[in-house]
């Protein structure tokens, strides 16, 4: 895959998600289209070093293709990372940040014939939730669909309706939020109970796996030893 050059980037809106998550909305103006695969990230380059390559921070794309010049990308505030408190206290709406992007290889292998089952915690969300509005913009075939998404309070779930407003309108999706600091009516614990249960019967099933390296590192751990291989599992790990 050739690399793609730096381009300038436009903010044109940033939310709050959360209470330390925002959303920010960048316009590529130079490109028609901003072509990208769902699962891919951008990398931006931010004027908080000396050094090249410790100003660069990549974060996979949250939205999905739809023809335009314009992506979201959702972005936690790290209270100790010099980046994420660049963009949350120095970035407004009308700036430019420099970018490079689409890379990666953290995305869906079609034909969809197996179930998919998508472990995340936090921002980890964001390229699941681009690939499952792709699969319903453009009908893409597919077994059933389980996004597993792992955060401590409900005051912490990213893109919450939304999701659930898909799982009426996307046949075989199946959204589980799983809260590990607070009793509410859904799954409480971790994520790991929850797709243990789901691939209790070894059913043929593809893992997409995107969050903290020890979320990773244990969920790789279980399902290499609940019988599943390998190149079953795919990771993207942040942080």
């Known amino acids: 895959m050739a690399l793609q050059p730096w381009r300038t980037g436009h903010v044109i809106k940033i939310a709050d998600e959360t209470a330390d998550t925002k959303r920010f909305w960048i316009q590529v103006r130079e490109l028609e289209q901003f072509d990208f695969i769902p699962g891919q990230f951008v990398t931006l ?28 990308l959702v972005i936690v505030l790290d209270k100790e990372g010099v980046g994420t408190n660049y963009l949350f206290n120095k970035i407004n709406e009308g700036d430019t940040v420099t970018l490079r992007g689409p890379q990666g290889i953290f995305t869906l292998r079609e034909p969809l ?31 059933n669909i389980y996004l597993i998404f792992g955060c401590r309070t409900q005051s912490t779930l990213l893109y919450y309706n939304e999701l659930v407003q898909i799982q009426q309108e ?10 590990s600091r607070e009793e509410w009516q859904g799954e409480t614990g971790y994520v790991h109970q929850v797709y243990e249960a789901i691939c209790a019967d070894k059913r043929s099933t593809c893992f997409y796996l995107c ?22 599992i795919h990771l993207e790990i942040y942080g």
């Not at 969300?125 to 690939?131: D, E, K, L």
């Not at 996307?170 to 809260?179: E, T």
């Not at 969050?211 to 079953?232: C, H, I, Q, S, V």
């Open 113 to 143: 014939d197996e179930d998919l089952v998508l472990i995340c915690t936090g921002t980890g969300i964001a390229p699941f939730r681009s690939m499952v509005h792709h699969i319903k913009n453009q009908q893409i075939p597919h077994k």
């Open 170 to 179: 996307l046949p075989g999706f199946n959204y589980i939020p799983v809260l």
């Open 211 to 232: 969050g903290w390296k020890g979320m990773l590192d244990e969920a790789k751990r279980r399902l290499l030893e609940m019988g599943y291989d390998k190149k079953a």
């Open 45 to 72: 380059d931010l004027p908080i070093h000396e050094k090249v390559n410790k100003r660069w921070r990549s974060y996979s794309i949250s939205s999905w293709p739809d023809g335009t010049n314009v992506f979201e």
